[in-house]
């Protein structure tokens, strides 16, 4: 164990000596936390609505005077008021404005009578997420128009009621989960990967190799020192990114602690795989040339972004054997859930048998010589 | 018995031989010098001494342990300063010879006793608390040598430990080698291409060319194994025409290169073919406008036997190999 000991300790004073390299493995997390957070987790407001009403009719004002107040409370959209249809349209097309409701002439002699009245509107589609707030958000401002003055007493129309179990989750705290094991991913590919491969390849391994240490000694000893350095990363993303998420109570002394124990397990499992990645390799250029690639195929497929029911059958079988997923959904219940750690045992039973295995393989690959 | 006995070894990396078929005994307390050109499996050599490369056949046996079969005892025993530094930049002195320390399982006790020590040695105990990236390359030098020996090794093997430094460095690492070797009883295998450090420090050379064994013997017999023992160098002035046959005929002489007024004579014996010289010349009222006697070198001995100064080969393959990371020296 002395000489197991003696890379760690080797690693770690290096890793003492050089902090930009924690320091990049810990800021690009934060930085996408932050950004993606924001940009994705905000409700969209201030879209463009050409109004062009051919009706003018008192049950048309109704509907005018339901979008201005759209327009000054939730600000989701801004009326904007068209003569010609063909103008609006233009509009439109140029990009101007985001869609374009138009009341069709006789809507208001159709409200009176009954008779199946209805208003168009024209989306720009080419953006889906301003498209579809904007027909969300006139969707439910029909049924306040539609309704009566004066309620009858017993509704015979079924309506949903949603109970939520948690308080209101932002896409910043969606985010968290998957940006902590990021955080681990980086520091794993940079210390297993990149570190491991230049000390290599500048023949600091040499030195290892004359040494009378045993292969398994080796392997540990690169594993855990690696390991340590990431549980450093996700020890502070736990922390800060608890802070800067907004997590109630981001410092609860027991939550962080179960976190503790899934960072341990999660920087494990990525070390190791990446020590088996990396096993054969000498090419100083290898890692830095994956880096991006495997960033992509094990960080999206894991549901740290996006929901994994959405995915297509393979990439599905990606996100079975990626310990991106496991790691992400322990962290989505200690932090979203504030579950006990039996919720995740699942996850970090999957996350020690692919470090057992993945070790294992990796020693059987391992060459003891040049 | 010897230190180290290598009997038919052989190296292959795909179709390219290496090492072919070396046979060669190393006794204890020599310093043993390998030379060979750029290519010409040196450092292949070493490695398969060293435990890091497998021979693909033969047999090779340090401290009496089979390199293969007993690589753990064969890499207690010795010492090695590979071609590469292998040691940390952002390390200081004294926590690489630590971590070295700790590799080779030795105990606190003795650790905080040898290492000051070491370095005390290697004249770096000023420097011991500095990070070695501050070092010049002599101090690195200096410093992976007390690495090689932190646990007191029998053998040391050092892989062209002086290329790159310069002259007053060379001399220090040399000479502290030396001393190391007196004071701690040691067998030296060392690859240079510095002919006059081998010509000085060596007690055997062997000359290593294409995998193959050239010439193995001390310096000295190596030098008075090729033809002329030493050099002329002559410029005359109002020579005959046929004056280049006047100097063949001298006696000892081996051969004569040049025409005009200027000579390179080969002699088997130096101070008698200058006599004579000097006397024909005055009898044939020739003026010597200039002379100098050389002693064949160790260089001349290693173009002899390598037939040449300078070769562009193929090196065996290492994984250590990449062109994107500086390497000390590019040779084998």
Known sequence: ?370 | MFDVEVKDLRKKFGDFTAVDGLSFSVEHGEIFGLLGPNGAGKSTLIRMLTTLVPPTSGTARVNNFDVVREANSVRQSIGVIPQAMTSDLELSAEENLTIFAKLYGIPREKRKKTIPQLLEEVDLTQWADKPIKMFSGGMRRRLEIARGLVHQPKIFFLDEPTTGLDPVSRVAVWEMLARLKRERDLTIIVTTHYMDEADKLCDRIAIVDHGKLAALDSPLKLKASIPGKNILEVSFTGAPKNWADTLRALPEVAEVKGEDNLFRISTNNGPRTTVELLEAARNSNVTVASLSVQSTTLDDVFVYYTGHVLRDALQAPSAAESPYIMKRGGGM
């Open chain 1, 1 to 370: 164990m002395h000489r197991v000991w003696a890379i760690i300790e080797r690693d770690l004073r290096r890793f003492r000596r050089s902090p930009a390299l924690m320091f990049i493995s810990m800021v690009m997390p934060i930085v996408q936390l932050v950004v993606l957070g924001y940009a994705f987790g905000g409700t969209i407001k201030n879209l463009q609505v050409g109004v062009v009403d051919k009706d003018h009719a008192v049950p048309a004002i109704k509907l005018h005077e339901m979008l201005q107040s759209v327009a000054v409370n939730a600000k989701t959209f801004t009326p904007i008021y068209y003569s010609d249809e063909a103008d609006a349209l233009r509009d439109l097309r140029n990009g101007k404005i985001n869609g374009v409701l138009e009341i069709p002439p006789e809507f208001s002699r159709k409200v009176l009578a009954g008779a199946n009245p209805r208003v168009a509107l024209i989306e720009d589609n080419t953006d889906q997420f301003a498209a579809s707030a904007l027909a969300g958000n006139l969707n439910s401002l029909l049924p306040a128009y539609n309704a009566q003055p004066v309620s009858p007493r017993m509704s015979a129309t079924a309506t949903l009621s949603i109970v939520e179990v948690y308080p209101y989750v932002p896409y910043i705290q969606f985010l968290l989960p998957g940006v902590i094991v990021l955080a681990v991913f980086i520091s794993a590919m940079i210390g297993g990967g990149i570190i491991y491969i230049d000390d290599k390849a500048r023949g600091l391994h040499e030195g290892y190799l004359v040494t009378p240490i045993s292969k398994f000694e080796l392997i540990l000893g690169f594993t855990l020192a690696g390991a340590i350095k990431a549980v450093i990363a996700g020890v502070v993303l736990i922390t800060v990114g608890s802070i800067i998420a907004g997590i109630p109570d981001p410092l609860n002394p027991l939550r962080l602690a179960k976190m503790f124990v899934l960072v341990v397990a999660t920087a494990l499992a990525l070390i190791s795989m990446m020590f088996l990645i990396m096993v054969r390799v000498n090419d100083p250029l290898v890692p830095r040339a994956i880096f991006g690639m495997l960033n992509t195929v094990l960080y999206f497929p894991s549901g740290a972004v996006y929901p994994t029911q959405s995915f297509p059958q393979w990439m599905k079988v990606i996100t079975t054997v990626d310990p991106f997923t496991y790691a992400v959904h322990g962290f989505k219940q200690l932090i979203l859930k504030n579950t006990g750690l039996m919720a995740v045992s699942g996850d970090l039973l999957f996350l020690f048998c692919f470090t057992v295995l993945a070790m294992a393989i990796a020693t059987l690959l391992f060459r003891r010589t040049l």
